[in-house]
């Protein structure tokens, strides 16, 4: 049965493309603390006020949800998933992102982005210190088109 995900790859990327070995595995070189997740959410909050904030249980991503279309993601790591319906656009704000996707590794800095069509197996990183992106999302992100492997 095939799998119901392209493994071709993204378009789009304005990055350096690279390789990357376990992406997905946390490396203890950054750790969000409870005061970090405080400033960031304050510094999110009010940046874009009105915004959900949602932080992952690992604590190693927070989303500031704007509307369906737009978020604002502070992340160390995410993990791989893909959606069925939403193509992505990863734009690197702060910090620098490696994401993977499609079997490949890209590099990014602020300015850089990259475009997850659906199906496309991803995940990210960030070096050092938690990259900040926007996420634009077409159609609108659901959790219900978010499916986690």
């Known amino acids: 049965m095939p799998w119901p995900f392209d493994l071709a790859g993204p378009t789009g990327i304005t990055g350096e493309l690279g390789t990357f070995e376990n992406l997905a595995e946390p490396t203890g070189d950054i ?16 940046d874009y006020p009105g915004a959900h904030i949602k932080i992952a249980d690992d604590k190693a ?21 893909f959606h069925s319906k939403t193509k992505e656009i990863y734009n690197v704000l702060r910090g620098t992102l490696h994401v993977a996707c499609g079997g490949r590794g890209y590099a990014l800095k ?6 997850i069509e ?9 070096v050092g210190t938690p990259a900040w992106l926007e996420v634009l999302c077409d159609p609108a992100w659901t959790i219900e088109d978010y499916l986690l492997l």
């Open 31 to 46: 750790v969000m603390t409870d005061d970090q997740l405080s400033q960031y959410s304050a510094e999110l909050l009010h």
């Open 61 to 81: 991503e927070m989303v500031a949800e704007i509307d369906g279309f737009r978020a604002i993601a502070v992340i160390e790591r995410s993990q791989p998933h």
């Open 110 to 115: 602020p300015g850089e982005s990259i475009t």
């Open 118 to 126: 659906p199906g496309n197996i991803h995940f990210a990183r960030g």
